[in-house]
């Protein structure tokens, strides 16, 4: 159970697919209280009754789009993607729903009119939470399940076409924050770079070792100097070399790229980049 609680998972961030997701969410919520009337609903005669069920799904869909697609941009230091795992997403979820029950308790007090109280708060988030639990766990794992399932299966599929790369004679040139060409090397050599502070780091084959080299620049200024068609951009930390990659492997956060000569070093791929770079291999 641990171990699955460190397992990786895919930390979604960008707002359509939040918007999309919780959409959905909510209407599921007001379409089920709607229709089935659970936890006594039933029994409540009020005008606008269906009016009424159907804020609790407004308030779950603001909620979490608020939490889920908020905190990572006001905290992104604690959003990391790359360190992104399973007890990372349920606690996530957990101040989501948080806020969702504080909301669901305020609204269904204003409505009637009712007294606001710690207790009573502390006794509707107890049960509102023991509710929830159960579904937050499905969902987490079969989400877990599904993006890892697909993402090898993808993965799989991609190394059986992967082909030795065609050498090649071009040479590429680095140049400093200033504009000045610091380092060079033949492009048969680079295999990534990696952004280091205010320095990036190249990464290259020389007499069979990795070797690094620091260059005081952006990595997205390093990006605009390398227009090669193998030289791609595939996180916001990493631009790496396609025709070196040797093999690709995928679990439920996303995708790795494997060096042949070296297992020490794994290059991650962004979920923004992942498509871009997945159809580039298919193509290859």
Not at 37 to 64: C, D, E, H, M, R
Not at 225 to 254: E, F, W
């Amino acid at each position: 159970m641990f171990s699955f609680l460190n397992q990786p998972i895919s930390l979604i961030t960008a707002w359509p697919a939040i918007l999309k997701r919780y959409s959905l969410v909510g209407l599921f919520v007001a379409f089920f209280l709607i229709v089935f009337q659970p936890f006594g609903t039933a029994n409540v005669q009020i005008p606008n009754k269906s009016l009424f069920l159907s804020g609790y799904g407004w308030i779950t869909f603001i909620s979490l789009t608020l939490i889920i697609g908020g905190l990572p941009r006001l905290f992104p230091g604690l959003f990391e993607e790359g360190k992104w795992v399973v007890w990372k997403q349920m606690v996530l979820l957990g101040i989501g729903l948080s806020l969702c029950f504080l909301c669901c308790y305020l609204y269904m007090n204003f409505w009637f009119g009712w007294r606001l109280s710690i207790n009573s708060f502390l006794g509707f988030y107890s049960i509102a939470l023991a509710i929830a639990v159960i579904p937050v766990i499905i969902i987490t794992l079969v989400e877990y399940i599904f993006h890892l399932k697909s993402n090898q299966a993808v993965a799989n599929t991609l190394n059986e076409q992967i082909q030795p790369s065609i050498p090649t004679d071009t040479i590429i040139q680095f140049k400093d924050e200033n504009d000045r060409v610091d380092f060079t090397i033949p492009l048969d050599q680079l295999f990534f770079i990696k952004a280091a502070n205010n320095y990036v780091e190249v990464n290259y084959l020389e007499a069979d070792q990795i070797k690094k080299y620091l260059l005081r620049n952006s990595i997205r200024n390093i990006e605009q100097q390398l227009p090669n068609p193998s030289i791609k951009r595939c996180h916001r930390s990493y631009i790496v070399n396609m025709d070196k990659v040797g093999r690709i492997t995928g679990n439920a956060q996303g995708y790795k790229l494997h060096f042949p000569f070296t297992a020490e070093y794994v290059v991650p791929v962004s979920r923004s980049k992942g498509k871009e770079l997945l159809e580039l291999m298919k193509a290859s």
